[in-house]
């Protein structure tokens, strides 16, 4: 099988979802500890520009997106499977909501009692990273009253669902569980934050038994090692497209491709790839030579250029 490298910080939350995909999977892999403030040097030519957190690299084929990246790992390790018992569809639908709702609600209310002892650095970072959104991290926390109000709410929600069963559907863990697994452990980053967790016997049982899963076999690498390892491969993505993508996107196709929420920061390239879950790019790098980027259509834009 081939290697599988993450990039990574330890306190990433959309991190600790892939880690629960490869501990469920008993994969063996490499960690490879990315800032977690920009510059990023030794990511950014991996990724043409994508800044966001995992990133998944086998040789010179780079994942960039927790969801696409969940989706790479089942290809390649399809058992036990992250969508026991037919779940797929459903799965990913938690998922999305656990990305995007879940998970933004527990930002203010974090950050509104850490307050002063977040780095200016970390604050002026988060900012330009919602600036295309037309918001502002410094303001983040005006809306901590009604964010902790959907985290209550959420938090009741799981605790229901796996009041008789050991995990949110059913007997098997699944994709769900390591998506809303993520949001419930990023509280732990302040503690008056996850006591709103610790209220729910249910949903602690739950994640006493999600986090006892560990994280897989995992050995650290440089950054380094990482890069020339991508200097020194050809990218295995081989052209395939949708026939009926209303769009028309075909492989030799000019695009841009940067996320819809945050992080606006474009990767254009070559059209390699284009499924209906999957766009992927070819790009060189003046250091790296040929570089393929994948990103999920779903939270995605693509643009011709």
């Keep these: 099988m081939p290697e599988i490298i993450l990039h990574q910080y330890p306190n990433s939350p959309f991190s600790e979802k892939v880690r629960k995909i490869l501990a469920l999977k008993k994969v063996t892999w490499r960690s490879v500890d990315q800032p977690v403030i920009m510059p990023k040097p030794k990511l950014v030519p991996l990724t043409g520009g994508y800044r966001r957190i995992p990133v998944l690299q086998i040789g010179a084929d780079v994942w960039c997106d927790s ?34 709702r879940f998970f933004f609600s527990t930002t203010p209310v ?6 002063a002892s977040v780095p200016k650095e970390f604050i002026e970072d988060r900012s330009k990273m919602m600036a295309g ?55 732990r980053a302040e503690p008056s934050s996850f006591a709103l967790a610790l209220r729910h016997a249910n949903l602690i049982r739950w994640f006493e038994r999600i986090e006892k899963m560990g994280n897989g076999n995992v050995t650290p690498m440089e950054p ?29 196709m000019k695009v841009a491709v940067m996320p819809e929420d945050y992080g606006f920061d474009p990767v254009a ?37």
């Design 67 to 100: 969801g696409i990246i969940a989706r790479k790992i089942e290809e390649l390790y399809p058992e036990p499977t992250i969508y026991p018992g037919g779940s797929e569809g459903v799965c990913h639908a938690i998922a999305l909501f656990a990305d995007r």
């Design 110 to 115: 974090i950050f509104e009692k850490l307050g």
């Design 133 to 187: 959104a037309g918001a502002n991290f410094t303001e983040l926390t005006q809306t901590a009253p009604d964010a902790r109000n959907q985290v209550r709410a959420f938090l009741d929600l799981l605790d229901r669902q796996v009041a008789n069963q050991p995990y949110l559907l059913g007997p098997s863990f699944s994709l769900a569980d390591a998506a809303c697994f993520h949001c419930v452990w990023f509280l």
């Design 224 to 252: 380094d090692e990482a890069l020339r390892i991508a200097k020194e491969s050809t990218p295995a993505a081989e052209e395939s497209y949708d026939a009926i993508d209303p769009n028309g996107i075909k492989p030799g």
């Design 269 to 305: 390239g070559t059209v390699v790839v284009s499924t209906l879950y999957e766009i992927a790019v070819e790009r060189t790098d003046p250091e790296l030579g040929k570089i393929v980027n994948h990103f999920p259509k779903i939270g995605f834009r693509i643009q011709r250029v």
